[in-house]
């Protein structure tokens, strides 16, 4: 049984000092991890923002000075860049002038200098940039217009120095902007067959990760040479891409999983593949492995570990990329926050009587079980079906 007060769900996060700073995913919350002991602290929420809402400003942190900027995730209404000042504490809003209607959906954010540059899922809906010495944001009309070409594709993001990479999911092809110059360059895999997911840049090759296959290529464009591996290791499970993102050290890269159950290291020099598999005591995914997807979130990366954060879960796990071994450091919740924050819930009563959280959807709790931990749930109804809203320590 996970205990959402140790249940934060992040995608975003921003390291000071020996602190993680974190948006939660579920609702409009910002917490501290510390680093040192794993403890986690409830910070503050937005202003004018619902309590209940999710992904507010889940796609990207930034701290310029002693400001940080939350970026927006999915969001139907107006989408806002929410900012927080360290010192005063003083919180305000950026509004992004969306021109069209439906969801603002951010794939990817890239700081160059004093302006960072915000990208839609949806290519073609053109790309926003923050200037960080005014705080406004404007639309940036020549690149944008250049991606109109893309109209209804999806794309995936990456960064390696001022040049985005944008691939365009589910193609043979993918974008090169560079954010110093506005050169705009499209590249074609030439692969028969290749189906892109992500696309990763680093020093001379890129890296292609694909939506539906374990095979991941290696292109030097300079010399024209593909170099091919298949990751044949690891179990899949779901149908989302098997390889979420791609980190690099010395003669070797990590492979990230999506709905790979293992991390994947690879030596380029001798072609060895070899697979990292995860602690006896990490509970979670010796549950779970085969009902749920990883999506590791790189948290931080330095010479020899690497900091992983498992979507879904309660762990933050830290990776020896010397000897592969793998510690599992449950987040522990700060038990003084007085919100109902410490331990928020969605999900429905299913036809067995169990409570179905809407966040693991394939994992049931018994309602008793909810119970032993909270005082109260608050629903709708409590008849098969009908939402539970949140869970809390405290009176309605």
Known sequence: MLDKRTHIEFRCFVKINNQLWVSYDGANGIFVIDLDNYTVKYMFSFDGIPFLKEY???????????????????????????????????????????????????????????????????????????????????????????????????????????????????????????????????????????????????????????????VVYRWNIEMNEIKKYEVSQVERTSSIPPFWDVLFRQDEIVLLGGSANSIVKINTENDVVSKIDWPDRYEFLSQRKFQFTCCEVPVYQCDNFILLYQNSDNVILKLNLIDNTVEAHEIEADKNVDRFFESVFWGQINEKGYFVERACRQVEFFLDKVYSFTNKIYCEKTNIGNTIYHAWDGEL
């Not at 796609?59 to 000042?85: A, C, H, M, R």
């Not at 004093?114 to 926003?128: A, F």
């Not at 991606?147 to 691939?167: H, R, T």
């Open 56 to 214: 507010c400003h889940s796609s990207k942190i930034i701290q310029d000075e002693n400001n940080l900027y939350f970026f927006p995730g999915f969001t139907e209404s107006q989408p806002v860049i929410n900012t927080y000042n360290m010192l005063s504490g003083r919180k305000k809003e950026i509004s992004i002038p969306k021109d069209w209607c439906g969801m603002f959906e951010t794939s990817g954010v890239v700081q160059v200098k004093r302006y960072v540059y915000i990208i839609q899922w949806e290519i073609s809906r053109g790309i926003y940039y923050l200037n960080l010495d005014t705080d406004t944001v404007i639309k940036d009309e020549g690149i944008s217009e250049k991606l109109i070409q893309f109209k209804g594709k999806k794309c995936a993001v990456s960064v390696e120095d001022n040049i985005g990479i944008i691939s365009l999911q589910g193609t043979d092809k993918f974008v090169e902007i560079d954010f110093s110059t506005k050169a705009f360059r499209e590249r074609k895999i030439p692969v028969v067959g290749v189906d892109i997911f992500k696309v990763v840049k680093k020093d001379d090759f890129y890296y292609i990760l694909q939506q539906d296959s374990c």
